[in-house]
């Protein structure tokens, strides 16, 4: 395999790793903004922020953590074949279904970037009673499609690497 393509994949992979790990740090964040949504309804007038927030909080760390989660194969795989067959035949299967993936993603990253500049052209504010800007939630979940657009390249140059007879 070119040196360029083997550098994409372990530049790739280690950018995914590192914004995976720090994503899972959003959990914290998710249970400190509910809980204190608990508080504020307890003890003091409820604060307006909290759903939306917790929302937009799970919807980064879900995003942000898809790469990862790729990389580490926690995705939903049905293993009624795939686990029987050799390694090289399930290269050349994955081939073949990633660029279903990357078509998916390919739609998904381009509906998002039209909203995030719909978002910026017109100032989009949530409808709820807290109305804050949506550009950049839209900005993350564009962020984080792009980065597992990414690593399925990464992948298919690694499956490619494995027909080949090569280790990557």
């Known amino acids: 395999m070119p040196q360029f393509l083997v550098a994409y994949v372990r ?5 995914n790793i590192r914004i995976g790990r720090i994503a899972m740090y959003l959990l914290f964040v998710l249970a400190a903004i509910l809980l204190w949504s608990v508080v504020s309804k307890a003890f003091f007038t409820p604060a307006l922020w909290t759903q939306e927030m917790a929302q937009f909080t799970m919807v980064a760390y879900f995003v942000l953590g898809g790469a990862y989660s790729l990389i580490l194969g926690a995705n939903v795989r049905m293993d009624l074949l795939y686990g029987r067959w050799s390694e090289k035949k399930r290269a050349l299967v994955d081939c073949i279904s990633i660029f279903a993936l990357i078509i998916f993603l390919g739609v998904v990253l381009w509906g998002g970037i039209e909203s995030t500049i719909y978002a910026f052209e017109v100032g989009e504010r949530s409808r709820t009673v807290w109305r804050p800007y949506m550009a950049p939630i839209k900005i993350v979940i564009c962020s984080g499609v792009f980065l ?5 390249f990464a992948f298919l140059i690694r499956d490619i690497a494995t027909l080949r007879g090569v280790r990557i």
């Open 148 to 152: 597992m657009i990414l690593q399925s």
């Open 11 to 15: 530049i790739i992979e280690a950018v």
